[in-house]
């Protein structure tokens, strides 16, 4: 069974919370219920309008958005709310009831190229995961179906899959121009398809990769200034580098020599010019707003 985690998210409406998952919740479409009898068919939200405060339910790919009245304050109630959701996901409870689910998915697959000459990315029109994964051989893939057909081409040497792409990172023995065609249709199909995508047992397998690595929600333990960098790159660093169809993982402060180490995944990780790059580039912008905190950057590939 999923193992489901919800991180509360701000919107621009203060009147709006994003409750995202680290699992897709619907594939087909967004859904939206002003009240408990629009929302037929979704058990969900009917439970949700069972809060009195609960003014609107949003559901879409991988996050539930709830918009409340203002008989209350979000400060006071969102913590029992992500906990009623987790409890309710963990119970394997119906999210939806989807229609048309033999139906194709109506999706766009395009290929993009990446600052890794050896990475291509492929990005969908939609949500495809949860979460994020890198599979570096055929084993780790085992449980990510789409990685695992990937692997069955003999050019594909890693596959590192977020929130709406895919990036592939091929031998030399084959030329973009020759496998981008085929690699961009057998993800379109898949998605296309409603296949799965990565199970959930593959989290699992990415954390076995990267043991060291901090996650996004488990900070409660480090220190302030860890706290700080992780904000700062998930603010400055990520969306950067998440364009280039790749990751940057927070994996240890040392105070006293004032070094945070990071990894690379997907695109950046192996790239000739974009360890040296980010790790320049991370570094001056930790060293600018951090003073004299931060030393250097240590960038290890994924």
């Not at 949700?48 to 609960?54: A, C, G, T, V």
């Not at 409660?220 to 790749?246: F, Q, R």
């Amino acid at each position: 069974m999923k193992e489901y985690s919800i991180t509360v998210v701000k919107t621009n409406n203060p009147n709006i919370l994003k409750f995202e998952t680290n699992h897709l919740l619907v594939n087909r479409k967004n859904y939206e219920y002003k009240n408990i009898d629009e929302a037929q068919n979704s058990p969900l939200a009917q439970q949700l309008f069972h809060l009195p405060f609960i003014k609107t339910v949003y559901i879409s790919g991988n996050f539930v958005g709830l918009e409340r009245y203002d008989i209350v304050e979000w400060e006071d109630v969102k913590d029992e709310v992500a906990q009623q959701l987790v409890e309710y996901l963990n119970a394997g409870e119906l999210v939806v009831m989807e229609e048309d689910t033999h139906k194709p998915i109506a999706v766009t697959v395009y290929a993009e190229v990446t600052p890794n000459p050896s990475t291509m990315k492929f990005v969908a029109s939609k949500k495809i995961v949860g979460d994020t994964y890198e599979f570096k051989n055929i084993d780790e893939a085992k449980n990510a179906p789409l990685a695992l057909a990937l692997f069955q081409f003999p050019y594909v040497r890693q596959v590192f899959i977020d929130e709406n792409y895919v990036s592939v990172s091929k031998y030399e023995v084959a030329e973009w121009e020759d496998i981008t065609l085929e690699l961009r249709e057998l993800i379109r199909n898949f998605i296309a398809d409603g296949k799965e995508l990565v199970s959930h047992e593959a989290k699992s397998i990415n954390k076995v990769a990267h043991p060291e690595a901090i996650e996004e929600n488990a900070t409660e333990n480090l220190d302030d200034i860890s706290k700080e960098i992780i904000a700062i790159l998930d603010e400055y660093v990520k969306p950067a580098v998440a364009s280039d169809g790749g990751n940057i993982l927070f994996k240890s402060y040392e105070p006293d020599s004032g070094t945070v180490n990071v990894i690379l995944q997907g695109a950046c990780s192996g790239c000739p010019s974009s360890t040296f790059t980010l790790k320049n580039g991370i570094e001056t912008m930790l060293k600018n707003m951090m003073g004299e905190k931060v030393n250097e950057v240590v960038a290890l590939n994924g």
